[in-house]
């Protein structure tokens, strides 16, 4: 190890241990204030570095039948998905999907392993430990022979110093982000109103007959191949747009003929997720590139001189239109838009004037968007690296 850092064991540095559930838990749960803190994943997911308070409380009953955690504990989750590592920053009980590692003594810095116990350098250990099982669960005889650098304590520091400087920068980055999503909403709201009371402002108008053409990609799957024409499905229509390079797909060139024949996306359509877990999401496709799509997708292109392609967007991507169109299916297994349906959706229509002027703001938004997502990859790359680095000793 670089530096003459020495490789220990987890279990040399904390005791390990997994919570428990009384049950059935909803009858020891209270409201009573006085209860003790019962920590549940959402607490946690929500809570960033620190688990400050829990939403829910337990009965001194629920107590004795669960484990009960400090302030400067750890907690990982013991899924599959080997959750990232919180801190206590209160006391609490947590039931059986949590592990607790509590630091044995004083030579552990709570910011240095929070920042190891997340990094991909213990993540891969814990898969290659789990990849014989079954059910690949973290599990304390697991955790317990995971061998860490042990630093001295004035080198975590400075590695724990080191990272959290850079996630801080990652973390405005994704505050800038989430702020320009909210602007654009804004924008809308200022512009055009209530999107669905606003039907009683402006002209209203289905969706078929204020489009061109809406149409929806290939039934039957083409064989994926390692080159060839863009083969675009609901995988690649994201919160923030269309994202094709990041996990491309291809079909042959006689394929896509055959599917384009019949569905042929331009620049300045909207696609529409129709079919699956993510259905009703929509994205201008910027791409002046030919592609094929899945029946995932719908294609919709909007009558230039009624209807402005960002206008529609929006207007399918807000919370209330949404709700409205997926109606029933909001909790079925299996969410499904047909065509007939989504041809039949009523639009308010304000003078294209005004959705021009719309699409102009977001466009400016968008450029802002654009240069913080490319800003944040570059943090997270130079994280990575940085995290690799210092816990190579090589900082």
């Keep these: ?193 209530h999107p669905i009371v606003s039907r009683s402002v402006w002209p209203i108008s289905t969706l078929s007959e204020a489009c061109e053409k809406i149409s929806d990609g290939t039934h039957h799957s083409p064989p994926i191949t390692p080159n060839g024409v863009p083969y675009i499905t609901a995988k690649h229509l994201k919160e923030h747009g269309l994202d094709f390079e990041s996990d491309p797909w291809f079909v042959s060139e006689d394929d896509h003929r055959h599917i384009f024949s019949r569905c042929d996306p331009k620049a300045g359509d909207v696609l529409y997720i129709k079919d699956g877990a993510t259905t009703g999401i929509a994205a201008v496709n910027r791409y002046a590139y030919e592609f094929s799509m899945l029946s995932s997708l719908a294609l919709l292109r909007p009558n230039v001189s009624r209807l402005d392609a960002t206008y529609l967007c929006s207007w399918l991507n807000n919370p209330l239109v949404k709700r409205e169109i997926l109606g029933d299916m909001a909790g079925a297994a299996i969410r499904r838009l047909t065509l007939a349906k989504i041809k039949a959706v009523r639009i308010p229509l304000p003078p294209l004037s005004l959705q021009s002027k719309y699409a102009r703001r977001v466009a400016a938004v968008e450029k802002l968007n654009a240069a913080h997502r490319a800003s944040l990859s570059e943090l997270d790359a130079l994280f990575a690296v940085l995290q690799h680095r210092d816990f190579q000793g090589e900082l």
Excluded at 24 to 48: C, H, K, Q, R
Excluded at 54 to 69: A, L, N, P
Excluded at 95 to 117: I, K, T
Excluded at 143 to 169: F, H, N, S
């Design 1 to 193: 190890m670089s530096n003459g850092w020495p490789l220990v064991p987890m279990e040399d540095i904390f005791e390990i241990a997994r919570g428990g559930s009384p049950r059935p838990i909803d009858s020891f749960l209270t409201d009573d204030p006085d209860g003790v803190n019962w920590v549940m994943i959402s607490d946690a997911t929500e809570s960033g570095k620190y688990i400050n308070s829990t939403k829910k409380r337990i009965r001194e009953e629920g107590v004795k039948r669960s484990r009960v955690v400090q302030p400067g504990d750890f907690l990982l989750t013991n899924s599959m998905s080997f959750g990232r590592p919180y801190i206590m920053n209160t006391s609490g009980c947590i039931h059986d999907g949590w592990l607790v590692l509590s630091p044995r003594n004083q030579n552990v810095s709570p910011d240095f392993f929070y920042h190891l116990l997340g990094s991909d350098f213990v993540y891969a250990e814990f898969v290659r430990r789990a990849a014989g099982a079954t059910v690949k669960n973290l599990n304390i005889e697991l955790v317990k022979g995971v061998q860490v650098p042990l630093p001295p304590m004035p080198e975590q520091r400075r590695i724990a110093e080191v990272l959290d400087r850079a996630e801080a920068l990652r973390a405005k980055r994704r505050d800038a982000l989430t702020q320009l999503d909210t602007l654009t909403q804004s924008i809308f709201l200022d512009l055009f109103g």
